[in-house]
């Protein structure tokens, strides 16, 4: 059975020349329409490696090429063996041949079926070419978008700066004749109070009131322009007691006067700007001290928990609440709940607040009930490094 692989002879057969009757002319047209087939069949898989030898990335499918070359090549071949069987008869060879070429396209046809969805989904040339028009389009626009979003922030800064800058300035200068009005009220009140009717005396009282009012306003906006003035090296971390602490004292007065009840447990170490905390902490206890239901004791509790990369300080006063409504809008700039007769203040204190809040990269809400009102102040425990002064969008009201 081997030796007639190479030869048939001895089993009685004949080479295919002997069908052509040995004519010279039939021969020679089968056999050179077969050479030239091989030689074709021989190219694409050398095409094809050299395609993938060149390509700069690897094939997804570079298997799928493998085998489609490995049947390409034994097609080849068969039409090589055909020409050898017209002067041999190696026809066990020729089936053998046959039969692994049959194996290997019918693997062939079964690996490509699935390729079928994915090559039908690659995009043409002109389409690729189109989808990278659109592309370079929308970098473009985007870049336009991105310059114009710089320039616009650029001069939102210089307005902000040109604002605060405004502000430090002009309350600065109104402080100048209001120490006139209120200290010639003061001295024409203490000379001449006795030549004085009870009309004349309660418009002095009005006067002075006013002035009084008007510098603690310009107090309140001085403060609110200085947020955000402070560097990078006033953030440091320190006793949170000691912060809440010096906040107390600022109150004494206030504490005393009305008895107030100022609990908290222990605190911990918190990297913050102080000087600043120290104000938001003085804003919300004169609040809850003030806004007081009639009759009863202040009492304010303080806690703080660690939430993740955030301090979660949470202040519960037994004050007179907040209407659901306006639990946003108190921390708006002038926005009071209240008339100047039935509480003291400006409506500057919580956006005060706030801004310090955003300054650290935190966040201040409120919520109320029938208890009172809690304020949840939300403090990074790593604060950011201090960008330029922030937005403020409530000077823009002033």
Known sequence: MFANLFSGAGAGLLPHGVCFQLRPDLIWLH??????????????????????????QPLSFGWAVGLFAAFIVLCGLSHIVGIITVWLPIYYLQGI???????????????????VPKLLAMRSPEELAEANQRLREEITSRELAEEEMRRSLANMNRAVKELEQFAYITSHDLQAPLRTISGFSQLLNRRHRDKLD???????????????????????????????????ASVERKPLAETLTKAIKGLKTSIDKTGAEIAFGTLPEVEANHGLLVQL??????????????GERP???????????????????????IPADQLDAVFAIFRRLHGPDDYDGTGIGLAICRKIAEYHGGTIHATSDDSGTQFQLRLPVTVPKQRAPTAVAELHRV
């Open 198 to 232: 009870g009309d004349a005396l309660e418009f002095l009282d009005y006067i002075d009131k006013g002035a009084r009012q008007m510098q603690q306003l310009i107090q309140d906006l001085l403060a609110l322009s200085r947020v955000g003035r402070s560097d990078a």
């Open 97 to 115: 041949e046959k039969a692994i070429t049959a194996g290997v396209s019918l693997a062939t046809a079964i690996a490509i079926i699935p390729l």
């Open 31 to 56: 056999v050179a329409s077969d050479a030239v087939i091989a030689i074709a069949y021989f190219m694409i898989p050398a095409a094809l490696l050299y395609f993938i030898r060149r390509r700069r």
């Open 299 to 321: 009492k304010v509790r303080i806690d703080i928990d660690r939430d993740g990369d955030f301090w979660q300080l949470t202040m519960a006063d037994n004050g007179i609440g």
């Open 281 to 294: 902490l003085h804003n919300l206890l004169d609040n809850a001290i003030k806004f007081q239901k009639p």
